[in-house]
């Protein structure tokens, strides 16, 4: 169900006009929280980090999902590398919808010193159905509100989050 989503609303993005980046990515600032994950006054998700430097959950896995499927070319710590541009830099302008639709449906830039590709990752399940995990993890990043290094502490996955993980990839016929 949370894949279907994520790539109607790469669709629907697309289908719209294509994708456009905004002057800005808006406040990060949490604002509120629904079973474990923090929005921004728009709605959009976002991180937290506690004073003690304990990250949320969503930043905390989309950690782990950047490394698992995204800094072959993006780089290490979304800094970019001279495959792929710097996602540090492209989430401090990138709103949260055109983020998805370029996960969702790639890109190609083409000019004349160069031609990058980004593929299509809304039918690979490791990475469409970790996209708010990846927003919120590049998201901090990009604010510098997480550094380099794997989150040493983090808040725990929610049932909701697990619950939804296990339907998006496939898991909950066990139940």
């Known amino acids: 169900m949370r894949k279907i989503w994520f ?18 990515a808006g406040d990060p ?12 006054k728009d709605g959009n998700p976002t991180f937290k980090v506690a004073p003690d430097g304990t990250t949320d959950w ?4 989309g950690y782990r999902r950047y490394h698992s499927e995204c800094h072959v070319c993006h780089g290490p710590d979304g800094m970019g590398s001279t495959y792929a541009p ?7 302008t990138m709103s949260y919808g055109d ?28 990475v469409a159905c970790y ?5 919120v993890y590049l998201r901090a990043r990009a ?11 983090h808040e725990n996955k929610s049932e909701a989050y697990t619950k939804a993980e296990d339907a998006c990839m496939g898991n909950d016929s066990k139940k």
């Not at 969503?58 to 896995?61: D, E, G, Q």
């Open 7 to 24: 790539v109607s609303a790469a669709i629907f993005v697309v289908a719209m006009g294509g994708v456009a980046f905004a002057e800005d």
């Open 29 to 40: 600032t949490a604002v509120k929280s629904e079973d474990g994950k923090y929005l921004d």
């Open 58 to 61: 969503y930043a905390y896995s």
């Open 86 to 92: 710097a996602l540090t830099e492209s989430l401090k």
């Open 99 to 126: 983020f998805l639709g370029v996960v969702a449906s790639g890109r190609k830039n083409v000019n004349t010193a160069q031609e990058n590709v980004m593929p299509a990752f809304g039918d690979n399940p490791n």
């Open 131 to 135: 996209m708010d995990d990846l927003y």
């Open 143 to 153: 604010n510098g509100a997480v550094g380099r290094v794997r989150p040493a502490k």
